[in-house]
Nanobody
Framework: QVQLVESGGGSVQSGGSLSLSCAAF????????MGWFRQAPGKEREGVAA????????VSANSVKGRFTISIDNAKNTLYLQMNSLKPEDTAMYYC??????????????????WGQGTQVTVSS
């Protein structure tokens, strides 16, 4: 069983920055993936970025490219999301997730097996 615990959310003005962390507890194979997702009220859960834990290869949504950076520290079993130039439309609950499936490097939530409880990010204009 894998437990994921997010931290680092909060409120910031447009143009500001926030850094999210996700601590993973339990065994995650080296060929697994971890990702960040977000869900705003009334909207579907959206894949923000994902990373292959072994190689560090990553994918991200067009809406966050150049602003958000996903990274992982395998020694600490911790996933990060650095968010810069935040916009009001980035406001959402952000979730960390892990996938032990093959071909897991995707932003599709259906690929992911384990989920954190979420951390709120609010960006004001």
């Amino acid at each position: 069983q894998v437990q994921l615990v997010e931290s680092g959310g909060g409120s910031v003005q447009s143009g500001g920055s926030l850094s999210l962390s996700c601590a993973a507890f339990g065994y995650i194979p080296s060929s697994s993936c971890m990702g960040w997702f977000r869900q705003a009220p009334g909207k579907e859960r959206e894949g923000v970025a994902a990373i292959l834990t072994g190689s560090g290869s990553a994918v991200s949504a067009n809406s966050v490219k150049g602003r958000f950076t996903i990274s992982i520290d395998n020694a600490k079993n911790t996933l990060y999301l650095q968010m810069n130039s935040l916009k009001p439309e980035d406001t959402a609950m952000y979730y960390c997730a892990a996938s032990i499936n093959r071909r897991c490097l995707t932003r599709d939530p259906m690929t992911y097996n384990y989920w954190g409880q979420g951390t709120q990010v609010t960006v004001s204009s």
